[in-house]
């Protein structure tokens, strides 16, 4: 199967089950939500330990620190490692990709398959710089699920940015030497500098998060 389709296919199936679990009251409240959505429970443990678990209480009961989410962005960072080496000396990963893609006159440039690359490598080691100097030590928990699937998105992400164009990485050499520097095309002018104003929004909306904590502390007395 074409590895674009397979890339396709995984976020269509995560975006199913993503819509359908908000429809399932159970699934949404125990598999779901988590750290301050989570929905407290208003059991006493005393009640809880007589009382059986329903298949999505146990489920969801399997559990890893919230603070792992900053494994993702390793996983990110180390994707785009990866497949810039592979992409740069044609690595043997690279052939096979080249060797299931069904359409080999491919639809993107090798400077569309850079660019691509390239702006994933800054938003992952700059989501990574932010998770590990911006969170903060925390006993909230998530599903054990949520935490395995937000690293296959991630890994599967760092490949689907540029996957459309592994046709044309089907080549002998380093592909340094397939590169096409010239003036930039509207959609490039036009696409980095969004890239670049969203991703400094967005991380003045972290470290704006970051901070609410402190804030709290220094505007709410010491009794309350």
């Given at each position: 199967?074409?590895?674009?389709?397979?890339?396709?296919?995984?976020?269509?199936?995560g975006s199913a089950v993503n819509i359908g679990g908000t429809l399932i009251p159970s699934f949404r409240e125990q598999i779901m939500n988590y750290g301050s959505r989570?929905?407290?429970?208003?059991?006493?443990?005393?009640?809880?330990?007589?009382?059986?678990?329903?298949?999505?209480?146990?489920?969801?009961?399997?559990?890893?620190?919230?603070?792992?989410?900053?494994?993702?962005?390793m996983v990110s960072v180390l994707s785009s490692i990866f497949w810039g080496y592979q992409i740069y000396n044609h690595g043997p990963a690279i052939e096979v990709l080249a060797a299931y893609t069904t359409r080999k006159d491919g639809t993107m440039t090798v400077n569309q398959v850079f660019l691509a690359w390239t702006l994933m490598a800054i938003q992952g080691s700059r989501r990574l710089y932010e998770s590990i100097t911006l969170t903060k030590p925390s006993q909230s928990k998530m599903w054990v699920g949520l935490?395995?699937?937000?690293?296959?998105?991630?890994?599967?992400?760092?490949?689907s940015v540029w996957i459309e164009?592994?046709?044309?990485?089907?080549?002998d050499g380093r592909?340094?030497?397939?590169?096409?520097?010239?003036?930039?095309?509207?959609?490039?002018?036009?696409?980095?500098?969004?890239?670049?104003?969203?991703?400094?929004?967005?991380h003045d909306c972290h470290v704006y998060l970051a901070s609410l904590k402190k804030l709290c502390a220094l505007i709410m007395p010491a009794s309350v």
């Open positions: 199967m074409d590895p674009s389709l397979l890339c396709k296919a995984f976020f269509v199936l989570g929905t407290p429970s208003t059991t006493s443990p005393q009640k809880q330990e007589k009382q059986p678990l329903n298949f999505f209480e146990y489920i969801s009961s399997i559990q890893v620190p919230h603070t792992w989410f900053t494994h993702y962005y935490w395995l699937i937000g690293m296959a998105y991630y890994a599967i992400m760092g490949i164009g592994s046709a044309v990485l089907d080549h592909w340094g030497s397939l590169l096409q520097f010239g003036n930039p095309s509207a959609k490039t002018l036009t696409a980095v500098p969004l890239f670049l104003l969203a991703s400094l929004a967005q």
